[in-house]
């Protein structure tokens, strides 16, 4: 944790996109080479903030989809309709484009190898970006620590990362799916909203006191945080980040 | 998109409040250092927690208050000039020598 508070202002850098992937519909990988860039932990985040011709700004955090070893800054970004910043980033952006960024922060919610599990990673939506951070971190080094993800989507065609998680699953990661608004033919993970009793199922028990991350949209977090709390896990232990009311 | 009906946040704060690890660019702006791990233990009501466990409550400023009882932590306003600060509580910072 010492080396997270080493004194470095953290100041405005401009990145150019080197390579932009539709993940999903909705959803785009940016990845930006970063003069300098100095590194990240997973889990982390950058502010990324965008200027008009006229001199408004507008600034947003999007979570790092990469994980620390690979070299390279990745974010995926969730296009949100009404939003003023993601529409932008994800639909108008295009490679060779400048982007500027500070960062990486948000040490409170990020996760090393050496900090040891078991680990309870639960996204919602988008939310899944900081924690396959996580897990590709976690395989950069081996991972045997005990992992159990869930991702909690809207349609299957939101899944994130679906045939990387796929590839990336085995003996000490388990990968647990629900969908809330459909189930297509075949579906063999859950069909409805995360719940306690889910929680419960994916484990770990709270008796082996896992570190736990939830991220997502506001009410996505609420409802996880409340079910992990009913079930007995320390609300210390709970890290979460939410994603607030805009876009 | 709604306005939040309420922008100070003390009615429905489900709805304005974000965690306070999505202030850390802007408290390591102000600070110079990343301060969301950083623990502070609540003068109210006791509860230590990590600063990015601070309810962040984002309007004209920005006030971070206790997860536990709401308690202020701290006021940021961005003056044109200058920043104003106010921290309550008690802040365990460790800053590592190189």
Known sequence: ?247 | MSEPRDPVGMLDDRAVWLDGNAMAGLLAEVFGIELTAVVRTCGSCGTAAAVGAHRAYVSAGVVLRCPGCGDVAIRIARLPDRDVLQVRGEWSVELPRD
């Open chain 1, 1 to 247: 944790m010492t080396a997270l508070l080493t004194p470095r202002a953290v100041r405005w850098r401009v990145g150019t996109v080197s390579e932009l992937v539709q993940e999903t519909p909705e959803a785009v990988t940016i990845v930006l080479d970063v003069p300098d860039w100095p590194g990240h932990v997973a889990g982390q985040h950058v502010d990324i903030r965008l200027t008009a011709p006229d001199g408004y700004q507008a600034q947003r955090s999007y979570s790092i989809a990469s994980g620390p070893e690979e070299g390279r800054l990745a974010l995926t970004v969730e296009r949100i309709e009404d939003g003023e910043v993601s529409p932008y980033l994800a639909g108008v952006l295009q490679e060779g484009d400048e982007l500027e960024l500070r960062g990486p922060i948000g040490a409170h919610f990020s996760w090393r190898v050496e900090d040891g599990g078991p680990l309870l990673l639960v996204g919602g939506g988008s939310g899944i970006v900081p924690l396959m951070s996580m897990l590709r971190h976690r395989a950069a080094h081996g991972g045997d620590v005990d992992t159990r993800l869930l991702v909690s989507a809207r349609r299957r065609g939101d899944l994130l990362y679906a045939p990387e998680l796929e590839a990336l699953a085995g003996p000490g990661l388990a990968i647990h799916r629900t969908l809330t608004r459909e189930r297509p033919d075949g579906w063999d993970g859950f069909d409805r909203r995360v719940d306690a009793a889910m929680l419960e199922y994916v484990g770990p028990p709270p008796a082996e006191r896992p570190r736990v991350f939830v991220c997502g949209p506001t009410g996505f977090v609420e409802q996880v945080a409340d079910a992990l709390v009913e079930l007995g896990h320390e609300p210390g232990a709970i890290h979460a980040e939410r994603f607030g009311p805009t876009g």
